[in-house]
T-cell receptor, first 112, second 113 residues
Framework: GENVEQHPSTLSVQEGDSAVIKCTYS??????FPWYKQELGKRPQLIID?????GEKKDQRIAVTLNKTAKHFSLHITETQPEDSAVYFC???????????FGTGTRLTVIP | DTAVSQTPKYLVTQMGNDKSIKCEQN?????MYWYKQDSKKFLKIMFS???????INETVPNRFSPKSPDKAHLNLHINSLELGDSAVYFC????????????FGNGTRLTVT
């Protein structure tokens, strides 16, 4: 099955700085890569996703890049704010929402 | 107006007991899931149902038995609870099995003593 590795496990940045979280996947057939944000004590929520037919996708301060050859994808958050503090999960799948394999999560702390 | 609701929110029980967690979604989705999040926050799929039919059954002890009476409900029954079952269990739903977002419930924190 798919194996998704995520780094770093914890990340602290000053407010206003950028944060980058990286994930690698093992199955070259994977073609769907969503990112979920989980605030403390709450449910995971999708923040952005990318399909394998594009290399980059942006949504305001959030962007995701995908390198299919190297089998890695990254989440970029610019101009971080305290409300960005949460655990972020990457995921990969061959078939979409069904059978997502999640990374181990990155706890992001934005220091005011 | 909660989209995916699961009950109870907290469940504390002793080893050997049997317990159930209920999940309902009002989004009109046809695919529902159970995920387990352990103490290290690792999210792992347990089951996936599409239109009441089991699609995915990951390596989960057969003490765990999901039931989907209709496509808006997916319940999880756990027999003979063990200490290692302590975790947060998330129900989720999606529109179809393709490239659509998972909508998670608020989770059920199960503690087995």
């Amino acid at each position: 099955g798919e194996n998704v590795e995520q780094h770093p496990s914890t990340l602290s940045v000053q407010e206003g700085d950028s944060a980058v979280i990286k994930c690698t996947y093992s199955d070259s057939a994977s073609n769907y890569f969503p990112w979920y944000k989980q605030e403390l004590g709450k449910r995971p929520q999708l923040i952005i996703d990318i399909r394998s037919n594009v290399g980059e996708k942006k949504d305001q301060r959030i962007a995701v890049t995908l390198n299919k050859t190297a089998k890695h994808f990254s989440l970029h958050i610019t101009e971080t704010q305290p409300e960005d503090s949460a655990v972020y999960f990457c995921a990969a799948s061959i078939t979409g929402a069904n059978n997502l394999f999640f990374g181990t999560g990155t706890r992001l702390t934005v220091i005011p | 107006d909660t989209a995916v609701s699961q009950t109870p929110k907290y469940l504390v029980t002793q080893m050997g007991n049997d317990k159930s967690i209920k999940c309902e979604q009002n989004l009109g989705h046809d695919t529902m899931y159970w995920y387990k999040q352990d103490s290290k926050k690792f999210l792992k799929i347990m089951f996936s149902y599409n239109n009441k039919e089991l699609i995915i059954n990951e390596t989960v002890p057969n003490r765990f038995s999901p039931k989907s009476p209709d496509k808006a409900h997916l319940n999880l029954h756990i027999n003979s609870l063990e200490l290692g079952d302590s975790a947060v269990y998330f129900c989720a739903s999606s529109l179809g099995q393709g490239y659509s977002p998972l909508h998670f419930g608020n989770g059920t924190r199960l503690t087995v003593t």
